[in-house]
């Protein structure tokens, strides 16, 4: 056992932080430990995991003897404890996909045609908002998740925390709900907030923005059906103040405004008047 702390703040003679170390080696923490005496950002994020994952504890970095990190890191064997749910996902959506009344509720919230609406939802919206499994789908962002969290885990998580964006990471360490589970071991909040949710694809950073209170309260719209990621987006759009360039038919500035300035690249512009003069004439029979 070690004698004094170990960790963010503590003490770290030497001796306990290889006590500590060889220990989280053997906790199927995801992460090797250089067993070198010496606490630094990896030894830290161990901790971390170590916590979260397996104790089911808001992580703080810190072993302290006789409390609960340092016992259970003396108890073995370690590799065959269960993981425990940090995730805490509600219960499973209906799927059910963007009906009339959630479009004509759109539409008036906006002060736009439903052809308009349409129009949007048909282009901004990546598909079916859910996968198999009945979950909105997500995709996780390591760049996000990094920020989020002051680059703490960067070094230690590589594929789930990036100082920089990397397309390259969307197809490494698992699915974005695989990542999803391992980052809100470190960090809950950081992890829902790091991913962007449904039909829409909206950044759970921006949850306040959507008009819910809470990243949870957001998680839990996003797992009832389409027509709440419909309603989120509606309210990120009044928010932003985009809903103007709508009523105008100002194509570009919305896109920019939603997408981005790069928005050209995927001519979201030259899509969304497509769409809507299409809908306006009754040329397509979608949603």
Not at 175 to 180: A, D, N
Request: glycine fraction near 8%.
């Amino acid at each position: 056992m070690i004698s004094r702390s170990v960790g963010r703040g503590g003490v770290n003679n030497p001796v306990d932080v290889k006590w500590v170390q060889e220990r989280l080696n053997n906790c199927n923490a995801k992460i090797t430990v250089v067993v070198d005496g010496v606490f630094g950002p990896t030894t830290a994020a161990a901790i971390d995991y170590f916590q979260g994952r397996f104790l089911g504890l808001r992580p703080n970095g810190l072993v302290t003897p006789s409390e609960s990190t340092a016992i259970k890191l003396s108890q073995t064997p370690m590799g065959c404890w269960a993981p425990k749910d940090m995730l805490q996902l509600p219960s499973k959506g209906t799927t059910a996909t963007i009906q009339a009344t959630d479009f004509a509720r759109a539409a008036g919230a906006l002060n736009v045609s439903l052809a308009t609406i349409k129009a949007i939802a048909s282009v901004e919206s990546k598909g079916n908002g859910f996968d198999t499994e009945r979950r909105p789908v997500i995709l996780y962002e390591p760049h996000l998740f990094s920020r989020l969290t002051n680059r703490k885990y960067d070094e230690a998580f590589p594929l789930l925390s990036s100082r920089v964006w990397n397309k390259a990471l969307y197809n490494q360490g698992g699915t974005s709900y695989e990542k999803l589970e391992v980052a809100s071991a470190l960090d809950r909040s950081a992890a829902l907030q790091s991913c962007s949710w449904g039909a829409f694809q909206i950044l759970g950073m921006n949850y306040k923005l959507c008009g819910f209170s809470s990243i949870d309260a957001m998680v839990q719209a996003m797992f009832k059906n389409e027509g709440e990621h419909l309603l989120a987006f509606v309210r990120f759009v009044q928010s932003q103040r985009l809903d103007q360039f709508l009523r105008n038919k100002d194509w570009a500035a919305f896109a920019n405004g939603y997408n981005g300035p790069l928005y050209k690249q995927n001519k979201y512009d030259e899509k969304i008047e497509k769409e809507s003069r299409l809908r306006k004439f009754g040329q397509v029979d979608k949603r």
